[in-house]
Structures are given as structure tokens and as C-alpha cells.
């Protein structure tokens, strides 16, 4: 544990270097709230915090930069989550006061909502196919030999599933296989879908072509990702700018990514913390969406190392919870 001058040091540094991107000198943090001590005494507390291995001094400057261990120092110790400002709470207030139709939509406005709030990449995770209830099911003839099965969740989320059948298949039999699905799926999720025959040979078939079709969905976990390019232009070398968009394409990566932060318990995850080596010059910043005490999602935004943890945190927990009310209210 770090004394509380060494404290104040590395804080001050953090949250400048978060500023300005620029490598921090002795003088500049001498003059900082609630350092009250030289430059030289700043000056030998930074030697010692780089021994420590919380500052790192790049050789093109005799300033000095935070490294991720100085980034969790500040994180655990001096950035805790606190409350949204207010224009941000009335940002959030009024986006979701307005937020209506499908679920797809408002997934991918809500990443837009957090990028531009924080200017990071913002990483949304909707609820499993196979976890809300069904509130439609429909099997509708789009040709003599395509037909289009649709369901409705009770989130909002919508499944369209094009099946083929046969030519000689009647238009009763497409109606009659439609009201049998809606029967035994309506008010019953996914994973509990269950359809019994019905005795006619055409309209079982037809049902189970639909049911098949619509069971390839039940795993679903979408990853909507936006504002990449945005966070990409807070990274100079291009090499990296190239491992983060090659990376954020990959959408079981990035699912697999924010399910194991949250799965670990961890709200932050600093640089080489998460795993995932491409990103290593990141960190991400997440919160569960929470329904009826069940976790059914999470949101979260990816930035440099050096992003703006307090307010990141912040706007975080106020869209996650905003969301998951939302999601509640059907």
C-alpha cells in the first residue's frame, strides 16, 4: 500500500496524463491539489513509484507515464464509481423515456448513447434468445415454395426465419401449422418450445421444419460494438489502431471478453488484466443488465488505458441500470 503522499502523487499524475496524453513532469504535479510538497520531493517520490512499477518514464521525455498497475492503484483507490453528472443523468433520463420498437434498435442506440458520452467504443450485449418469453409466432407463405416463420419476444427482439416447403403444401395447411405453433410456443420461451404433432402428416412436418429453423437462434448472444473508430483515434501507433479493429470485429471475442470480466466479479479490467493480448493497450469498463434479479446482459465501453475511469464507471452503471428497467418494462 502506497503512503498517502505517494498517493496523492500517482493520482495527480494519472488524471493528468488522462488530460493530456502527454508524459507528466515533477513541476507540473508539485503545483496539483493536495500534493503541497516541492519539486524535488516530487521529483524522488516518482523515482520511487517507478521502481515500484506504477510510473514508467519513456525514453523520449523526462516525464513520466502511468502503467496499468498504476492505472489499478488509481481505480481501487481513488476512483470509485460515483454518481452520473446531471446532464448526463438527464442525457440517459430522456433517451430511454424515448426508446421504443424493437429491441435489435435500441440495443444498437444505447452503444451510441454510450460512445458518445464517453468517447470510447461501447460494447452492448443483448439478453439470449432462448431467455425471453414469446408474444407471437407466425408462419407465413412468402412463395409456393418459401414460407417465413416469425417470432416476437416479449423484449422486443424479433426472429425471421425463412424454411422452404413443398409446392403441393396448401394454404390451410401453412394457416393450420401457424395457429399450432402460436398455441404451444406463445407465453413460453424458446428453450421450453415444444410442439406436439398433430396427427396430420403436413402440418407436423411444416411445424417442425419452423421449430428447427427457430432452435439454431436459442444460444444467440449478439455483441453490438459502435464507436470504434472513435476510440481508435486516441491510439498514435498504427500498429495498434490495426490489433484493436481486427480484434472488435470478432464478435465471439468480444462476447467471450466482457462475459468473463463480469463473470470474474470485476467491473474494470486494465490492459493485459482481461486476456485478450491484442487489446493490451486497453481496458474495459462493464456492468451487468440486471431484469427481475436475473443477469440477462451487459454493457460496457472499451478505451486506451488512459481513459476517464471515474466518469467511465459512472456512465456505465447509470445506462446499465437505466437498461435493464427498461428491459423489465417489457
Known amino acids: 500500500m502506497l503512503d498517502e503522499r505517494k498517493t496523492a502523487i500517482l493520482g495527480a499524475v494519472v488524471q493528468e496524463y488522462i488530460a493530456t496524453a502527454q508524459p507528466v513532469g515533477s513541476s507540473h504535479i508539485a503545483q496539483a491539489p493536495g500534493v503541497g510538497v516541492s519539486s524535488a520531493t516530487v521529483r524522488n517520490e516518482m523515482a520511487v513509484l517507478e521502481q515500484e512499477g506504477y510510473l514508467v518514464q519513456p525514453h523520449t521525455s523526462a516525464g513520466r507515464i502511468p502503467t496499468d498497475k498504476g492505472y489499478r492503484f488509481f481505480v481501487d483507490h481513488m ?67 418459401v414460407a417465413t416463420v416469425v417470432l416476437v419476444f416479449a423484449n422486443g427482439s424479433v426472429v425471421n426465419e425463412v424454411i422452404d416447403i413443398d409446392e403441393d403444401v ?11 405453433l402460436a398455441g404451444h410456443l406463445v407465453d413460453r420461451t424458446l428453450a421450453q418450445a415444444a410442439v406436439p404433432d398433430t396427427g396430420d402428416a403436413g402440418t407436423d412436418h411444416l411445424c417442425g421444419a419452423a421449430l428447427g429453423s427457430l432452435r439454431q437462434h436459442s444460444n444467440d448472444e449478439e455483441a453490438i460494438v459502435g464507436g470504434v473508430s472513435t476510440m481508435a483515434e486516441a491510439f498514435d501507433a498504427v500498429e495498434v489502431v490495426r490489433d484493436v479493429l481486427h480484434t472488435l470485429e470478432q464478435q465471439f471475442i468480444v462476447v467471450s471478453l466482457v462475459r468473463d470480466i463480469v463473470d470474474r466479479g470485476m467491473s474494470v479490467a486494465i490492459g493485459v488484466e482481461h486476456g485478450v493480448e491484442p487489446l493490451s493497450a486497453c481496458s474495459v469498463v462493464v456492468a451487468p443488465v440486471v431484469v427481475d434479479g436475473e443477469h440477462v446482459g451487459s454493457v460496457g465501453v472499451l478505451g486506451p488505458t488512459r481513459m476517464n475511469y471515474p466518469q467511465a464507471l459512472a456512465t456505465v452503471d447509470i445506462v446499465s441500470d437505466r437498461l435493464g428497467r427498461r428491459l423489465g418494462e417489457g
Open 79 to 145: 476512483a470509485k464509481p460515483g454518481r452520473a453528472d446531471a446532464t448526463t443523468t438527464r442525457q440517459v433520463s430522456e433517451f430511454f423515456a424515448a426508446a421504443h420498437g424493437r429491441l435489435e434498435e435500441m440495443l444498437h442506440q444505447t452503444s451510441d448513447l454510450l460512445t458518445n458520452l464517453t468517447h470510447n467504443a461501447a460494447v452492448v450485449l443483448g439478453p439470449k434468445a432462448d431467455e425471453a418469453l414469446i408474444r407471437s409466432a407466425q408462419v407465413i407463405r412468402l412463395s409456393t415454395t
Open 170 to 180: 396448401s394454404d390451410a395447411t401453412v394457416a393450420a401449422a401457424s395457429v399450432h
